[in-house]
């Protein structure tokens, strides 16, 4: 009897830290959600420096429309010369969410959009962005972003 309640007991606090652990990834993926919303909404204000504010100093980026940027001082630069284009958003279609402690990964797909010459240009892309939970906010540490191909390969062949 006493080994009966015993494995009772241990199976209610599995189930409960089970379900505090799930709450606590839920949680973070919300707030990895809320960081991509802010950098999302950083974009469209076409202030280059809260864009940048939210990548760590040292952080690395493989920009949509660039060469990679290894240097704060050339980031900020990057989307100085972005935000120019009239009407630049970002939506973003679809994300895949991975909390590891106080990194996290968002990768998948997002669509930029903005005026050139009068016309409206659209250009769905696909991202990663690495982040590292430093404080009380999640910084970019590393952002990874390619403009998605116009016609991807047939059969699985080069």
Avoid: C
């Amino acid at each position: 009897m006493k080994l009966l309640k015993y494995y009772i007991l241990s199976l209610i606090l599995t189930f409960i830290s089970y379900n505090a652990m799930a709450a606590t990834k839920a949680s973070l993926e919300a707030e990895v959600t809320k960081t991509g919303q802010v950098w999302q909404q950083a974009i469209a204000s076409h202030n280059a420096t809260t864009i940048a504010a939210l990548y760590s100093p040292d952080a690395y980026l493989y920009p949509t429309f660039d060469n990679m940027i290894d240097d704060h001082a050339a980031l900020l630069e990057y989307f100085k010369k972005i935000t120019q284009n009239e009407n630049l958003k970002v939506v973003f279609d679809k994300q895949h969410i991975q909390v590891y402690g106080n990194v996290a990964v968002n990768s998948g797909l997002y669509t930029f959009s903005y005026q050139q010459d009068g016309k409206d240009v659209v250009v769905p892309a696909r991202y990663t962005f690495v982040y590292l939970h430093h404080g009380n906010e999640w910084l970019i540490i590393d952002h990874h972003s390619s403009v998605l191909p116009k016609h991807p390969m047939a059969n699985n062949s080069l």
